[in-house]
């Protein structure tokens, strides 16, 4: 009761000093408003902001920050809020800083194949926006209909076509942002290289805690002439994942390459009718871009490569229509696993291509052990798995056994060599899973460079890097001899 008051005389503070500096339409309060905002794509993770703000220019955002460093309110940054890992989830105390708003094409220059961009443009609309000039912007999250620029700097987002054209690093050459101390960071420039230290990487894929996103320059590249995409069955998951590291030791960069299990493929094509083969263990999309004598050769190339490694049929897209078709099953397979399961949870961990089908094999194993099915859909080509976790949270416990189930994928990646995350981010999600990645001196380090950022740990607190005193709690802190106590350990 004391600390619900408490947040009151807090809020009704804060929405007082905002007041003065944004229109009241701006400034989101009463909890009928705010509940939209009380979670991100995860979720099974709920929390009501204190405030909510939706500044319309860059001057608002800087107002909003400065009157959030006086009051030592914490902000999240919010795009569209289709993260996957609870990166924008808010704090009960704290304010929603959303970009919604900030929509705007700032300029296109053809020329020099590059467009700058606010941060609530959604990913699709600058391709679309620049299209007529025969360009479009690479990385293509399967939310590109939805997700903004601003998350996708902040997640360092990748799709299907960044095994070929890179992630969101490979693909934004500017950033301008604003820091918790409200001073305007402007990182990377219009040339490739930018003179300093590369501040722009470190901030890239930094999830809302380094600064506030307000303007992204982006490169732009000519559509392909062409497109074709190959539709390859396997039956056995095994001889599906060995493919992948096939193509690839052949010295071919498809222009995607994902893979999708049994379950994945019955799952999605009564939803799209993608023409998927559902009686196969695996299937393997394809794709090949460029001239149509380019696309031609590589289809051959990319063909014998496959067969050699044992698909069990092969077809390949012969217009643009059927291209798609193809490609409408894998976009759709994260909503199509709402039709089989109540809920789903969806993982995304890393690995070395050559270990694809030892961390397949595994995860079948803890199919059993956790009595849960599990639907594989992967960026294959980068090693970037997506499994899904089917469960029904209205069933006590099942949860919680999705969760550790989860959390058991995402040790198994690194203990291959991978990554707990590939592109969706660690947010609150996977932030027990970086003890597992990091050692403390690592975790000390990134936090050392959140302290120089932010020093009042205002900015999206509590994401993405675990205290070591949690780590300690998650049981995987690296304690030399018992020497570093709980006490002494680092909050922040
Ligand atoms: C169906 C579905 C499919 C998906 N497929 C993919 C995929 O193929 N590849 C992929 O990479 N991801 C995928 N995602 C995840 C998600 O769409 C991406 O992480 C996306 O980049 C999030 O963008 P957003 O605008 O929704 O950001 P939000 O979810 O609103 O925020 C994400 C993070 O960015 C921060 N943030 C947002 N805006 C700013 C800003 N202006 N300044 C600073 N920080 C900011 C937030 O604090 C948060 O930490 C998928 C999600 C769904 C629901």
Same mark, same amino acid.
């Given at each position: ?21 944004? +229109? ?59 993260? !996957? ?9 704290? !304010? ?127 559509? +392909? ?44 094509? +009564? ?34 490569? !496959? ?44 690995? +070395? ?140």
């Amino acid at each position: 009761m004391e600390a619900s008051l408490a947040i009151s005389s807090r809020q009704q503070d804060l929405v007082r000093a905002l007041r003065q500096q944004l +229109p009241a339409h701006c400034i989101l309060y009463d909890e009928e408003d705010t509940r939209p905002y009380e979670c991100d794509g995860l979720a099974a993770y709920r929390q009501l902001p204190m405030v909510v703000t939706l500044p319309e220019n860059e001057s608002q955002v800087i107002s909003i920050i400065n009157i959030c460093r006086e009051k030592q309110v914490a902000i999240v940054p919010r795009g569209a809020g289709t993260g !996957l890992s609870g990166g924008a989830m808010p704090i009960a105390d704290g !304010l929603v800083l959303s970009t919604a708003k900030l929509n705007k094409i700032i300029k296109i220059d053809a020329y020099a194949r590059t467009a700058v961009v606010q941060p609530g443009v959604r990913n699709l609309a600058i391709s679309e926006a620049v299209s007529a000039h025969g360009l479009y912007y690479a990385p293509d999250p399967s939310s590109q209909i939805a997700c903004t620029i601003g998350g996708n700097v902040a997640e360092n987002s990748g799709g299907v076509h960044c095994l070929k054209y890179g992630l969101t690093v490979h693909n934004v050459m500017a950033v301008r942002a604003i820091t918790m101390e409200g001073e305007v960071i402007e990182l990377g420039g219009g040339a490739l290289d930018a003179p300093g230290l590369d501040l722009l990487a470190v901030f890239i894929g930094s999830e809302g805690m380094l600064g506030v996103v307000t303007e992204v320059t982006v490169k732009l590249i000519p559509k +392909p002439q062409t497109a074709r995409v190959i539709m390859a069955s396997f039956d056995d998951v095994v001889k599906g994942g060995n493919a992948v590291a096939s193509v690839i030791a052949a010295g071919i960069i498809p222009a995607g390459l994902e893979m999708m299990d049994k379950t994945s493929s019955r799952m999605v094509e +009564p939803f799209v009718q993608a023409g998927y083969d559902t009686d196969a263990e695996a299937i393997l999309l394809c794709e090949s871009d460029g001239t149509i004598e380019e696309v031609e050769e590589e289809i051959a190339r990319m063909s014998a490569v !496959l067969e050699q490694a044992g698909a069990t049929a092969l077809a390949v897209s012969n217009s643009e229509a059927e291209r798609l078709r193809f490609w409408s099953g894998r976009k759709n397979a994260f909503p199509a696993a709402g039709r089989i399961s109540p809920d789903y949870y969806c993982m995304d961990g890393t690995i +070395p291509r050559k270990h694809m089908a030892q961390v397949l094999i595994g995860i079948t194993a803890m199919e059993e052990k956790y009595g849960l099915r599990c639907a594989n859909v992967f960026h294959a080509g980068d090693g970037n798995l997506h499994p899904l976790i089917l469960f029904d949270a209205n069933k006590e416990g099942e949860f919680h056994r999705a969760e550790e189930f989860g959390a058991e994928i995402l040790e198994l990646c690194v203990k291959v060599g991978g990554t707990i995350t590939g592109e969706h981010g660690v947010g609150i999600e996977k932030i027990n899973s970086m003890c597992v990645q990091f050692s403390s001196e690592e975790i000390t380090a990134f936090l050392d460079l959140k302290r120089a950022f932010d020093p009042d740990a205002l900015l999206n607190p509590d994401k993405a890097i675990p205290t070591l005193h949690r780590c300690a709690e998650y049981g995987r802190m690296h304690v030399k001899r018992g020497s570093l106590k709980f006490p002494d350990l680092p909050r922040f």
